[in-house]
């Protein structure tokens, strides 16, 4: 696909050579992400930050992407303090704030939001969780480090085998993530979640065409057992009608160091969208993982800068100008000791 200018709304818009160039930008980003370098390519340069949902991390990872490509950032953060609650139509708001940016990252809770706001965008928009739909650039950072930690192993994407696990009806990463993989050849899915919160058919579906072969289960222990990666998720209490609703599904399947050695092969990786739910009564993925060098979940934030940086850097035509605006780091660099 041609990135210039383009909006990133939902994985289904990628072809397996477009993920393998944002890999390979992300792979370039890497020196500045750890603070080596420099670069102010996108010197003067604004993001429209819009926020409309609980984020932390999303949120400011587009922010601090942008900012470590030389760029600013402008947020909007909640409904209420947007005018959106005054009545204003996300067309009008696209108008407005596309007149400010020249990027807009956002985030909504109602599904296919992020698509209409883009159609009356003049820049281009990038989808930061559209309700229950797609998180595509979660994705792509997940696949990166999947990529990532296979690689370690002398492997590759093609022959994965993944467990993903916890409410897949509403996990959108989950959703952008299975679409992904479809991209990818012999790849071995593992569904597991209560019957009520599967992964919609339609995706499994789709996956089914594309060669993946998914199997499903509402058991966590043998499903865990011959996978490269365990991908836990939170009960997404926010989509539910009511908290009492959720609670049901919470804490359903745990993940903890003692199961973990006695079911998974060793160096299973272990990953999560985060947030994990740390309250008593869900404890998807337990403290006591923390120490296990193969729990990749701050290794998947760590990424989830490159792989921005990198959409921006295609989306904003300057992939080959990075190094050039570029210079050496002037301040004290933790990161290197
Ligand atoms: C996820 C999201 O918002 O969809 N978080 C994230 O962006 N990393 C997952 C979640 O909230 O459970």
Request: glycine share 6%.
């Amino acid at each position: 696909m041609n990135f210039t200018g383009a909006h990133i709304l939902s994985i289904s818009q990628f072809q397996r050579q477009d993920v393998d160039q944002i890999f390979s930008v992300a792979d370039r980003m890497e020196p500045y992400a750890l603070r080596k370098r420099v670069t102010r390519v996108l010197e003067g340069a604004i993001l429209g930050n819009m926020f409309f949902e609980a984020s932390t991390r999303t949120r400011v990872s587009f922010g601090s992407a942008f900012n470590l490509l030389g760029g600013e950032v402008r947020e909007t953060a909640g409904f209420e303090s947007s005018a959106l609650v005054k009545g204003e139509s996300l067309q009008d708001t696209a108008r407005v704030l596309s007149g400010f940016s020249d990027v807009i990252c956002m985030r909504h809770p109602q599904e296919g939001s992020v698509a209409d706001f883009a159609a009356a965008s003049r820049v281009p928009v990038m989808n930061g969780g559209d309700g229950a739909n797609e998180h595509p650039t979660q994705a792509l950072l997940d696949l990166y480090t999947i990529a990532r930690e296979l690689q370690a192993k002398g492997r590759k994407i093609d022959g994965l085998r993944i467990a993903m696990i916890g409410d897949l009806r509403h996990g959108r990463t989950v959703h952008s993530l299975s679409k992904l993989l479809s991209l990818y050849d012999n790849v071995q899915v593992t569904l597991v979640s209560p019957k009520e919160l599967a992964l919609p058919d339609s995706i499994v579906e789709e996956m089914r065409s594309a060669g993946v072969d998914v199997s499903i289960s509402d058991e966590l222990n043998n499903s865990i057992a011959n996978v490269d990666i365990v991908y836990s998720t939170r009960i997404q209490e926010e989509r539910f009608t009511s908290k009492e609703e959720a609670d049901l599904y919470r804490g359903k399947f745990r993940l903890n160091q003692a199961i973990y050695t006695q079911y998974c092969e060793p160096n299973t990786v272990i990953m999560h969208p985060l947030p994990r739910d740390s309250r008593s009564d869900a404890n998807e993925l337990d403290s006591d993982l923390d120490n296990n060098p193969n729990l990749a979940i701050f290794r998947q934030t760590d990424n989830g800068l490159l792989v921005r940086m990198a959409l921006f850097a295609l989306v904003l035509d300057v992939v080959d100008k990075v190094d050039e605006y570029s210079h050496d780091v002037r301040w004290y660099n933790s990161r290197q000791n």
